[in-house]
C-alpha cells in the first residue's frame, strides 16, 4: 500500500456494507482481513475518525467479501494520507462540557437495526464516545433520535 494514492476520508459513505455484497474471500485472504480488523481496532483508541467504518468491517469478521476487503484498504490509504491526524491533548483548553448525539435509522441492510452514537467533549477535548447498533428493530426515525439522546444524555 506505500506507492498507492491516500484518501481523504476513511471511507465512502454512499457504499452500504452488507453480507452479500460480492465473493467471498479465499482462505488466505480472509485470514489477513482478520488480523487487519484487530489491528484497527486497537488503532481506534488513538484515531477515532475510522471508529465507524472499523466496527462495521468487524461485524464480517468471519465471513469477509471483496467489498469488504476494498473498503479496509480505503482505511489504510485515508491512514497513509493523515499520519498526523490523532487525539491531541491540550492544556489550554476551557473547561465546557457537551455532548453530541446522532442516528442512522435502518442503516444496516441484514438486520434492519438502526445504529446510535454520542461523543462528549470537555472543553475541545473527547472524552467519550459510543456508536451502537440498537438491539431492536424501531419503528419511526423519531424513536431512534430518542434513543440517541437518551444515551447521550446518560453518558454526560
Known amino acids: 500500500m506505500l506507492s498507492s494514492k491516500?484518501?481523504?476520508?476513511?471511507?465512502?459513505?454512499?457504499?452500504?456494507?452488507?453480507?452479500?455484497?460480492?465473493?467471498?474471500?479465499?482462505?488466505?485472504?480472509?485470514?489477513?482481513?482478520?488480523?487487519?480488523?484487530?489491528?484497527l481496532i486497537y488503532l481506534t483508541n488513538t484515531r477515532p475518525a475510522i471508529t465507524y467504518v472499523v466496527q462495521q468491517l468487524s461485524q464480517f469478521f468471519y465471513d469477509p467479501t471483496t467489498d469488504h476487503r476494498q473498503a479496509i484498504f480505503r482505511i489504510l490509504r485515508y491512514l497513509k494520507g493523515t499520519p498526523g491526524a490523532r487525539i491531541f491533548l491540550s492544556v489550554s483548553s476551557t473547561i465546557h462540557l457537551k455532548g453530541f448525539s446522532d442516528l442512522d435509522w435502518v442503516d444496516f441492510l441484514d438486520t434492519k437495526r438502526s445504529i446510535t452514537g454520542y461523543a462528549v467533549y470537555l472543553g475541545n477535548l473527547l472524552i467519550s464516545w459510543k456508536y451502537k447498533k440498537q438491539a431492536t428493530i424501531s419503528g419511526s426515525s423519531l424513536e431512534v433520535g430518542y434513543q440517541a439522546l437518551v444515551s447521550a444524555t446518560c453518558e454526560l
Open 6 to 39: 491516500s484518501a481523504s476520508t476513511p471511507c465512502d459513505y454512499t457504499t452500504k456494507l452488507h453480507q452479500h455484497s460480492w465473493s467471498p474471500l479465499s482462505t488466505e485472504y480472509a485470514s489477513s482481513y482478520r488480523r487487519l480488523i484487530g489491528r
